[in-house]
């Protein structure tokens, strides 16, 4: 299904409520939209050269993914009809890693639909949930084109803000394409918006969702997690209208993950779904 942009380039870098104290990040504005990465920035230079900022958050991403890899998490699911009438769809399950490295997610709510123009499955829960949460690490920037777009202040953060490109596509692997923001301090992503690519077609799904939004959150005041990704987008109805679609998925109750795994008969529960491959 084809992805209408609305809005203009300047609406992508509007100020975002982002508290480094706070118990997390606020929900962006309820208005609905879908954004356009803008085109080519036109900033003054950076206060430090562009490859240094470049290497310094990379490394920060080596810390955050073996940090957050580290937590186990209760992770929501939200898809909204922004129709009248209109339906939703909300699933709630804890996050888990298992001894073999391998990512689940463990349905501890029973999902709850009332979804009137379309349909919602535990595997496009899986696959929402499985996006690459750290694609710019220190091993993974070489595949990758930066572009210096300026700088903007994000409630207390000042930040740098890039647009990321894939140098080449894969089919077996999907890259980010899109815009960060780098806290000056830290040199750490805080916010990130775009999209993961490949060369196949479409995000391996039914669903429409393509743009996501991710705001972090800063755990014991040095380490920015992902811990909430919003996506507007269309579902084309059979009449060809484009019906409001909004995606949420939100991580709360962070605990540090217990040297036991969860148990065994997890693996074979239908409750229980895997989101990524063993880690390397």
Excluded: C
């Excluded at 922004?82 to 769809?89: A, E, I, R, S, V």
């Amino acid at each position: 299904m084809g992805l209408a942009f609305i809005g203009v380039a300047a609406l992508l870098f509007s100020a975002t409520a982002l508290h480094a104290q706070d118990p997390g990040p606020q929900a962006p504005p309820p208005t609905f939209k879908v954004e356009r990465i803008p085109a080519e920035p036109h900033p003054g230079p950076p206060p430090l050269p562009v490859e240094e900022i470049i290497q310094k958050f990379a490394a920060n991403e080596d810390v955050m993914k073996k940090v957050y890899d580290g937590y186990d998490f209760t992770q929501t699911i939200r898809l909204d009809e922004l129709t009248d009438p209109g339906g939703k769809f909300s699933v709630t399950g804890e996050v888990y890693t298992k001894p073999d490295g391998l990512r689940y997610l463990r349905v501890t709510k029973p999902a709850e639909s009332s979804l009137k123009l379309m349909h919602f499955s535990l595997e496009d829960v899986r696959a929402i949930a499985s996006m690459p949460e750290f694609p710019l690490t220190a091993e993974e920037i070489g595949n990758y084109n930066f572009k210096y777009a300026g700088q903007e202040k994000l409630d207390q953060l000042n930040t740098y803000i890039f647009q990321v490109k894939p140098k080449t596509l894969s089919r077996k692997k999907r890259y980010f394409e899109g815009v960060i923001w780098i806290d000056d301090h830290d040199f750490a992503i805080v916010k990130s918006y775009g999209k993961f690519v490949s060369e196949l077609e479409g995000n391996g799904t039914a669903l429409p969702f393509t743009m996501f939004e991710t705001y972090r959150e800063n755990f014991q005041s040095k380490y920015w997690l992902p811990t909430y990704t919003r996506s507007d987008d269309y579902f084309k109805s059979e009449g060809n209208d484009e019906l409001p679609l909004r995606l949420v998925i939100h991580a709360t109750d962070f605990k540090v993950r217990a040297a036991a795994a969860p148990p065994a008969a997890d693996s074979g529960s239908s409750s229980s779904v895997p989101l990524s491959s063993p880690q390397r």
